[in-house]
């Protein structure tokens, strides 16, 4: 057998499909210490996405809270507004 031959049949790719050779299965390595965690320094480091995107979380909380809150006063009315029916009916039920 040639050296050419035996170098071609060591130098043949390990899989079938010479496609599937060229992606890597080794995990992605993050470039300059980046690990994906978030920027150090807060949010007052963030560009104008991260800004933007802080503000709308913000704004939907506060949204959230407001609904809470509405809803809260409206259950308090409804109990005061039964407990004054019921002091209505005792009153009523103790003069006779």
Do not use: C, H, W
């Amino acid at each position: 057998m040639s050296s050419a031959l035996r170098i071609a049949r060591v130098a043949r790719p390990l899989v079938a499909n010479p496609q599937v050779a060229r992606f890597s299965i080794a995990p992605r390595m993050m470039a300059a210490g980046d690990s994906g965690s978030p920027r150090s320094g807060g949010a007052a480091s963030g560009d104008a996405f991260t800004k933007r995107e802080e503000a709308a979380e913000n704004l939907y909380v506060k949204r959230q809270e407001a609904e809470k809150l509405q809803a809260l006063r409206e259950k308090v009315k409804k109990g005061e507004a039964q407990l004054a029916k019921d002091k209505a009916d005792l009153d009523k039920a103790d003069k006779k």
